[in-house]
């Protein structure tokens, strides 16, 4: 088992990683170690209308506060028009 220290490391590592042209780094918990990416892709979507904006929001505001519970948040592009296209340390949500 690693230490608190040492997944922080590794999750500010990841999180460092991500491509800055294709993803927006949102958030990231110094004390669990837990982050919040989001696909500019994703961002765009959310600009095309009322109702895509709002549902953008609520997403948005739950991978937080996942994200601030220690999760490692990906929100990824609406490409499949699902209601939501999230993964939460490496597992898709659905």
């Known amino acids: 088992m690693i230490s608190k ?3 922080i490391k590794e999750a500010r590592a990841k999180y460092n990683s991500y491509n800055d042209s294709a ?3 949102d958030f990231f918990d110094d004390d669990t170690g837990g982050y919040l990416v989001t696909e500019r892709a994703r961002i ?3 600009e095309k209308g009322k109702n895509e904006t709002v549902k953008f929001q609520k997403e948005q505001e739950m ?5 601030k519970k220690g999760y490692a948040m990906e929100h990824l592009d609406d ?3 699902e209601s939501y296209d ?3 340390n490496n597992i898709r949500l659905i």
């Open 5 to 7: 220290e040492e997944h």
């Open 23 to 25: 993803w927006k780094k």
């Open 44 to 46: 765009a979507q959310s």
């Open 63 to 67: 991978c937080m506060a996942l994200a």
């Open 79 to 81: 490409k499949w028009g």
């Open 86 to 88: 999230v993964h939460m």
